[in-house]
């Protein structure tokens, strides 16, 4: 008999009270009870017959089975079924615990980061940010530590409301609300790094402050490698979270945070930028210093490519605050309307001072990609440089004594630039980006590294590769092959001049390359082929030739400068053929060290890597070398050319913008030093007079001082060094040519008869006396495949007379005497009728010997008078011929001889 439950209950009480005996309470209850366990076996043993049958009606094949089970319909019954039910929960609870354990773990595996966040400890790390730069003798360049009294880390009394507002409303609104992540956010920008979306961060405003003190070094890394560093900073920034108020982790952030300034923290930005305190701060400078931290390198107020980019993002924060109530829309409007930029403090302030600035500036960038900005950012570092300082002074007096002189206003430019660098190292040693740091306008821009075009600078390389050894079956050229200096449109795709806008008709390569024509240029890159010449510019050192937009398809304009170039990679370059073919890397720091003196960079010597035989090396610096072969363009002995007791190889190089000279430059080389140097305009406006030796002086007084009063006195270069010549250098009349040149695919010697007159080939209209005899030399087109010839003293084998015709007219002549006063005194008169051509003189002659030859006159009536001396015993003929600046000839006879001498 079963009772129920209350009855039960009532009985157990009963019992407790004595009422009910316990024999028939315990009779009874475990009557109860066992009913209750046999109804849950009965129900346990239905279950399972249940799904023994469902299972029975599955396929056998597992895989069916499977899919079976997979059926929308029959998944969708079994999760909503309390069997489906139980399971997701069980699955569930053992995820929660795995998780739970797995982020105590971490939590206590990363707990021990957690002392070093705290506010005094940060504020002594980020005052230690002085850096100091020094030259390779230990002269100090630059002492990075600003100007005035730097507060760099100020507590919150110290920062500008506007800034906190516009800092949460640009990198996290839920800033106030969260408590340290965004689950969302991180989320999705895990999956969109993880499968090859654009690359997120969803940091909160807290994990970005952990990422900048813990994780500076791992911030770059991007996609998988980056999720165990986004693990800890989100377990770090829930503890920050739980550590300090939103008020403390918002003043840390904006005390460490980079402004793209030379200091982190919002204090250094609002001073280095505007001059005032982060806590005068306006709404517009605010704005703009909120703007900065999410990319400080590309919205450094400083970079002026990036003012555009800054300003939008500067409308967004202000936006984003209007939007969150922090401001009005009209605040927001008024704001924007404000010039910022125009009322930053110059740059050039920031660096009162600072010697080499150009090279100090370019020398931290190298740092802030070698090391990490936060590296650099946080100061403390010794960087020694490869710079020379004397050398530096040197250059800095050679360019300020061409802006002190009449030149650049003469010529029309405005700016310059040099870059100087040891040869055998690749150590820069002393360069300027401009006339003047501190020059109004453009005197901060590092023209240096800037793209400009080179001009006639680069024919050097594109030689360089025409005399490496070809392949078999094709000719090989030295210094003495000959080029056609002629019309090439057709080949080159348009209208293609030299500078003086004539042809030379053929000329050798070294009187080519050292006279800088552009057609046989053009010729030696055509032959060698435009890309395969390019990748050996870009080998030698030149690495940003022919690399921007359109420019990489310039095609054969290339050979003669007709891209942009870095000043520092034409050095390179040049520096590569200094070393006769050999490249090694560009050099500019030689070590820095930390503030706890450990090595974090050091130079040392990389072994050369051969991109040119060393004879072709050579051919191309005997050429440059040449003073006779250059002398038709500059002269002899020109400045800069030729340095007194300091052989160099030189070369100039002019660019033009719409057939007028834009940029002019020179470069320069020995075993030990290169140099390179520019002047023109930072606006590329077209030069008045651009004359490229005018930078000769500039490179005379450098070049001069730094082997004589530097490497000479330290022993790394003596007077009248120079290169030895490469073994199997071919030497054919007079000119050099490599050992794999052939000289039967050369020239030969063959006889030709010219015209006097035009200088070219004479013809069946030629005068005889017009013709002369001349040994041309003949060898074979590399551009037309022909024969060609070369002919001495300017003569022109390609082409015909063309000033002799058949329709010419000679001169005629007519003779006759008279006598003169005197006994034994005649006169003999000449009268000519020219022809086609002037009268160029007459000849006369007495008794068959030549008595006189008269110059032409005007009237072209000659009288010449004549004396018989008792010898005289025979009477003598008179004749005249005419000769006529074409070489037509007429002679005359007198009908009646002179009689003889009267007693």
């Not at 002392?115 to 005052?127: F, H, S, T, Y």
């Not at 080179?454 to 392949?471: D, R």
């Not at 870095?566 to 060290?593: N, W």
């Amino acid at each position: 008999m079963l009772l129920p439950s209350g009855a039960i209950i009532d009985l157990y009480n009963l019992w407790e009270v004595g009422f009910v005996s316990k024999k028939l309470f315990k009779k009874r209850h475990l009557s109860v009870y066992s009913n209750l366990v046999q109804s849950r076996r009965a129900k346990k043993d239905a279950e399972a017959r249940h799904h023994a049958q469902y299972l029975a009606s599955l396929p056998k094949n597992p895989i069916k089975r499977f899919l079976y089970r997979l059926h929308p319909k029959r998944l969708a019954k079994f999760v909503f079924s309390k069997r489906g039910f139980k399971k997701i929960l069980k699955i569930t609870g053992i995820f929660l615990l795995l998780g739970a354990i797995g982020i105590g773990g971490l939590f206590a595996y990363y707990s021990k980061d957690l002392d070093a966040i705290k506010p005094g400890e940060l504020a002594k790390r980020v005052q230690s940010t002085v850096t100091t730069y020094l030259d390779r003798n230990g002269k100090i360049l630059w002492e990075d530590k600003g100007t005035g009294n730097y507060q760099l880390v100020v507590d919150d009394n110290g920062l500008s409301k506007y800034l906190k507002d516009a800092t949460v409303a640009i990198e996290d609104k839920n800033f106030y609300t969260e408590g340290g992540i965004s689950i969302s956010g991180t989320m999705r920008a895990i999956t969109n790094n993880i499968f090859g979306g654009s690359t997120q961060g969803g940091s909160t405003l807290t994990q970005q402050l952990v990422k900048q003190i813990f994780f500076a070094d791992e911030a770059q890394e991007r996609g998988l490698a980056g999720i165990p560093r986004k693990v800890k900073e989100m377990i770090l920034a829930i503890e920050v979270e739980r550590m300090y108020n939103k008020t403390q982790i918002l003043d840390l952030y904006l005390n460490e945070s980079p402004y793209g300034g030379r200091r982190n923290g919002a204090e250094s930005a609002a001073q280095t930028y505007f001059g005032v305190h982060a806590k005068d701060l306006t709404l517009a400078q605010a704005s703009l210093l909120a703007a900065i931290p999410q990319n400080p390198a590309v919205y450094n107020p400083y970079n002026i490519d990036g003012h555009e980019m800054l300003i939008n993002r500067q409308h967004v924060v202000l936006d984003n605050m209007a939007e969150q109530g922090y401001i009005t829309k009209a605040q927001a409007e008024e704001a924007k309307k404000y010039p910022i930029i125009d009322h930053l403090v110059p740059e050039s302030t920031q660096y009162a001072g600072i010697k080499a600035p150009h090279f100090v500036q370019m020398v931290k960038a190298e740092l802030e990609t070698d090391l990490g900005k936060a590296t650099v950012g946080q100061g403390g570092l010794t960087v020694t440089t490869t710079l020379d300082l004397d050398i530096q002074a040197k250059l800095e007096e050679a360019m300020n004594d061409m802006f002190s002189s009449y030149v650049p206003a003469w010529a029309g430019f405005s700016n310059g630039a040099a870059t100087v660098e040891d040869t055998k190292t690749g150590q820069i040693v002393a360069m300027m980006g401009s006339r003047d740091f501190n020059q109004a306008g453009y005197g901060q821009d590092n023209a240096a590294i800037a793209y400009i075009q080179p001009g006639s600078t680069v024919k050097p390389f594109v030689y360089s590769e025409l005399f490496q050894k070809k392949a078999d079956g094709l000719a090989n050229y030295g210094s003495g092959s000959i080029f056609k200096d002629e019309n090439i449109d057709s080949l080159y795709g348009a209208k293609l001049y030299n500078a003086d806008h004539t042809f030379k008709g053929p000329m050798t390569v070294r009187s080519a390359l050292a006279t800088s024509r552009n057609i046989p240029a053009v010729e030696a890159m055509y032959i060698s082929g435009v890309s395969k010449t390019l990748d050996t510019i870009h080998k030698l050192g030149a690495v940003s030739y022919c690399t921007q937009g359109s420019e990489t398809q310039v095609g054969l304009a290339a050979a003669i400068g007709g891209c942009g170039l870095k000043q520092i990679d034409l050095v390179s370059a040049y520096s590569t053929l200094a070393r006769l073919g050999a490249y090694v890397p560009q050099a500019t720091i030689l070590e820095v060290k930390n503030t706890s003196n450990e090595v974090l960079k050091k130079w040392t010597a990389t072994a050369p890597v051969q991109i040119i035989d060393q004879q072709s090396a050579y051919i191309i610096a005997d050429i440059l070398h040449d003073d006779v072969a250059r002398a038709p363009l500059d002269g002899r002995h020109a400045k800069g050319m030729e340095i007194p007791n300091v052989p160099t190889s030189t070369k100039t190089g002019t660019s033009d913008k719409g057939g007028n000279a834009k940029d002019i430059w020179m470069a320069s080389y020995s075993p030990v030093l290169t140099m390179a140097a520019w002047l023109g305009n930072s606006d590329a406006t077209i030069l008045k007079n651009g004359t490229s030796s005018i930078p000769g002086s500039i490179i005379a007084k450098v070049m001069s001082y730094a082997h004589l009063d530097i490497y000479a006195k330290q022993g790394l270069w003596k007077s009248g060094d120079w290169y030895d010549k490469p073994a199997g250098i071919q030497t054919v009349n007079g000119e050099l040519y490599p050992s794999w040149w052939n000289k039967d695919q050369g020239q030969t010697k063959v006889t030709m008869i010219f015209d006097k007159v035009s200088k070219k080939k004479a013809t069946d209209f030629t005068p005889d006396a017009a013709k002369i005899s001349l040994e041309v030399s003949k060898y074979v087109d590399p551009i037309t495949k022909k024969d060609a010839f070369v002919a001495p003293d300017g003569y022109d084998a390609s082409a015909d007379d063309d000033v002799h015709k058949a329709t010419d007219v000679a001169p005629s002549i007519s003779v006759g005497w008279s006598a003169g006063k005197k006994p034994n005194t005649y006169t003999i008169k000449v009268s000519v009728t020219p022809g086609t051509f002037s009268t160029s003189s007459v000849e006369i002659k007495i008794g068959g010997e030549v008595a006189t030859t008269l110059d032409a006159n005007s009237s072209d009536e000659y009288d010449y008078d004549i004396t018989l001396t008792s010898s005289d015993t025979s009477q003598k003929s008179i004749s005249a011929t005419v000769t006529d600046s074409g070489y037509y000839m007429a002679t005359g006879t007198s009908s009646s001889n002179l009689p003889v001498y009267s007693h």
